[in-house]
């Protein structure tokens, strides 16, 4: 069974604080980890996702498997930032998305 | 806008009653998958299509849900005999080939079984 945990749902900080939103998942294989967001009134869309090893709106996650976690990272956070953040995996031929419960970012001025 | 598309975008029903909910993909994509998403929670898979087949089934997607893919176009989720517990936001994902292809999502249906 493949699951992903993001134990918090929300998360404040103050504008230019460093951010990292937490992510650990189970899964036997080799996952492939992705990050979503979605911005108020907006559709789900992809972040960032592991295999592309990008840096998408200064943000980056780094894919531990010792410690079986996928964090968000990045190291001054803005305003525009705020959002639901999804994290979420796929196992098996990238089939179904195993999403996380979501964080809610919230960037104050 | 050539994204996914999904409507209605919100349907309000009396319990009992049966829906349909309608996705069409962007259009080279050749899989396209079904979500629900609950209050609160993150998006749960239901089920997926590759063109016209469908491959997948969540035991999420119980007798009362049935999904088509007619032409491995369009889709369509019908829920019979609906329950309050079916309230939700109904996701619909599609994406180009097979492997890690990133998944576009539509706007969603917000059903109220009431």
């Known amino acids: 069974a493949q699951r992903v945990t993001q134990p918090e749902k929300l998360l404040s900080v103050f504008k230019g604080a460093p951010v990292e939103l937490k992510c650990n998942y189970s899964?036997?294989?080799?996952?492939?980890l992705f990050w979503y967001v979605q911005y108020s009134r907006q559709r789900l869309q992809l972040l960032l996702r592991?295999?592309s090893r990008e840096s998408i709106k200064g943000f980056t996650a780094d894919l531990n498997k010792g410690e079986t976690s996928f964090h968000l990272k990045k190291p001054f956070a803005q305003e525009e930032d705020s959002a639901m953040y999804y994290c979420a995996l796929t196992g098996n031929a990238g089939n179904m998305l195993t999403f996380g419960g979501g964080t809610r970012l919230m960037v104050k001025p | 806008d050539t994204g996914v598309s999904q409507n209605p975008r919100h349907k309000i029903t009396k319990r009992g009653q049966n829906v349909t909910f309608r996705c069409d993909p962007i259009s080279e994509h050749n899989r396209l998958y079904w979500y629900r998403q609950t209050l609160g929670q993150g998006p749960e898979f239901l089920t997926y299509f590759q063109n016209e087949a469908q491959l997948e089934k969540s035991r999420l997607l119980s007798d009362r849900f049935s999904a088509e893919r007619p032409k491995g176009s369009f889709s369509t989720l019908e829920i019979q005999r609906t329950e309050q517990g079916d309230s939700a936001m109904y996701l619909c994902?599609?994406?180009?080939?097979?492997?890690?292809?990133?998944?576009?999502f539509g706007p969603g249906t917000r059903l109220l079984v009431l």
């Open positions: 899964y036997s294989g080799s996952p492939e």
């Open positions: 592991h295999i």
């Open positions: 994902a599609s994406s180009l080939g097979q492997g890690y292809e990133t998944q576009y």
